[in-house]
């Protein structure tokens, strides 16, 4: 590990430790090895350095919106923590290869189907790109839901920690069914990826999955 890795992993440990309580107590039933989708809400930037503190050992990379390298600063941290730059709103084959090649070498890979920060906390829908990725690459995909975090800001102007935790659910692999894969499939497939994280979370932050099954 690198001068930086280990500055950088320091002072997020720090930053987390400081800024925060992590409930993270379930973090036990993330597997110590293997390829895995890890699948996650996405609320705000503090995400980011708390499953990075809890996963260490392992190496773990996340997609990141291919415009956060236009600054200087998020291009070196992504770059140091090895992020993948996607292209929103079209389909991104060099993401998508490079998706599947470290899943092929045994790394975690992190995605937020919803595809943006929802900053309140409250689940969107979930984007079908997952589809491919899972299917592809044939690795397990493991929920994990977030909760507490949209306070931060809030506790920060009153000095105050925040309660960040982390919910896990079980692995499981993406089944596709019978007959052509069509983008209402594939958005049924991600629904039914989205319920699982959703069941995770206290009712309040179900969001567009609220009440269902």
């Known amino acids: 590990m690198s001068i930086a890795h280990r500055v950088v992993n320091a002072a997020e440990s720090a930053l987390v430790t400081a800024i925060c309580r992590v409930d993270d107590a379930q973090m036990t039933r993330v597997p110590a090895s293997g390829p895995l989708i ?5 609320v705000n930037f503090l ?22 390298w236009k600054n200087p600063v998020l291009r070196w941290l992504f ?4 992020g993948i730059p996607v292209r929103r709103g079209e389909t991104d084959l060099a993401a998508l290869r490079k998706c599947l090649e470290v899943l ?3 790394a975690i890979l992190v995605i937020a189907p919803e595809g943006t920060r929802s900053r309140h906390g409250r689940l969107q829908r979930g984007r079908s790109g997952i589809v491919t990725l899972a299917l592809r690459s044939g690795a397990p995909i493991l929920p994990l839901g ?7 800001g809030r506790n920060l102007r009153r000095l105050r920690r925040t309660e960040f935790h982390i919910r896990v659910g079980e692995p499981f692999h993406l089944e596709p069914g019978d007959g052509r894969l ?3 499939r594939r958005q049924a497939l991600v629904d039914d990826i989205m319920r699982k994280l959703a069941a ?5 932050y179900r969001g567009e999955y609220a009440g269902e099954p």
């Open 182 to 184: 069509t983008q209402e």
């Open 47 to 68: 995400e980011v350095p708390v499953l990075h503190s809890r996963l260490r050992p392992r190496r773990v990379l996340g997609l990141a919106k291919a415009e956060a």
């Open 146 to 152: 977030f909760y507490g975090g949209e306070k931060l």
């Open 38 to 42: 890890l699948v996650t809400n996405h």
């Open 104 to 106: 092929k070498e045994g």
């Open 79 to 82: 770059n140091l923590w090895g």
């Open 200 to 204: 995770l979370l206290p009712p309040a």
